[in-house]
């Protein structure tokens, strides 16, 4: 079992920065690629970022590429999502999630996921 708490979210003007973080309980938190994902009223929930269970490979969605950044610290049980350049665009409920040993980019993308997040909330204001 794995629970996720992301933090981070808040209100930025365009062109600023945010960091969310998500906590994972658990000894096994190495062991599980994380996701995040993003939902706007109104729309369908959206890929943002992956990074696999062993770090070493990281995917992005279109629309966040070169301007996001995935990490993870094991050592903390987090990961992060760095949020450069932010734009109106990228105001939704950001959710992180975990699925077990995952690392292509396929599974990453679509999942399924084993366990999410409640959300947080990043309003980018133009």
């Known amino acids: 079992q794995v629970q996720l708490v992301e933090s981070g979210g808040g209100l930025v003007q365009a062109g600023g920065s945010l960091t969310l973080s998500c906590a994972g309980s658990?000894?096994?938190?190495?062991?599980?690629?994380m996701g995040w994902f993003r939902q706007a009223p109104g729309k369908e929930r959206e890929f943002v970022a992956a990074?696999?269970?062993?770090?070493?490979?990281?995917y992005y969605g279109d629309s966040v590429k070169g301007r996001f950044t995935i990490s993870r610290d094991n050592t903390k049980n987090t990961v992060y999502l760095q949020m450069n350049s932010l734009k109106p665009e990228d105001t939704a409920v950001y959710y992180c999630?975990?699925?077990?040993?995952?690392?292509?980019?396929?599974?990453?993308?679509?999942?399924?996921?084993?366990?999410w997040g409640q959300g947080t909330q990043v309003t980018v204001s133009s």
């Open positions: 999630a975990a699925v077990y040993l995952g690392r292509d980019y396929l599974g990453l993308r679509d999942g399924p996921y084993d366990y």
């Open positions: 658990g000894r096994t938190f190495s062991s599980y690629a």
């Open positions: 990074i696999s269970w062993t770090g070493g490979s990281r």
